[in-house]
Nanobody
Framework: QVQLVESGGGLMQTGGSLKLTCVASGRTLSDNAMGWFRQAPGKERVVVASISGPGNTIYYADSVRGRFIISRDNAKNTLYLEMNSLQPDDTAVYYC?????????????WGQGTQVTVSS
């Protein structure tokens, strides 16, 4: 069973940047698509970005395209999300996911999440 551990969240001012990291353990994920999701208070969890196993296919939600960058290092079994030009609407708990059910928005395995708070 895979374990996913997110880190890198925190408090940031509007316009700032953060980089989230998700380290996977338990098995190698180089053949597995992975994704970042977020859940704001009172809202459903939604996809932010997804990336294929080799990293050559990427999906971004409209709300983050051009500001966020998803990447992965398969040698380190690690997924990243670089977040730039942060806005208060980006405030949420961010989760990484793998074991895709349906590209690019449905996954089976989840981390515990990391809080990102953007102040205005």
């Amino acid at each position: 069973q895979v374990q996913l551990v997110e880190s890198g969240g925190g408090l940031m001012q509007t316009g700032g940047s953060l980089k989230l990291t998700c380290v996977a353990s338990g098995r190698t994920l180089s053949d597995n698509a992975m994704g970042w999701f977020r859940q704001a208070p009172g809202k459903e969890r939604v996809v932010v970005a997804s990336i294929s196993g080799p990293g050559n296919t990427i999906y971004y939600a409209d709300s983050v395209r051009g500001r966020f960058i998803i990447s992965r290092d398969n040698a380190k079994n690690t997924l990243y999300l670089e977040m730039n030009s942060l806005q208060p609407d980006d405030t949420a708990v961010y989760y990484c996911a793998t074991d895709i059910i349906n590209w690019p928005k449905r996954f089976r395995s989840w981390g515990q999440g990391t809080q990102v708070t953007v102040s205005s």
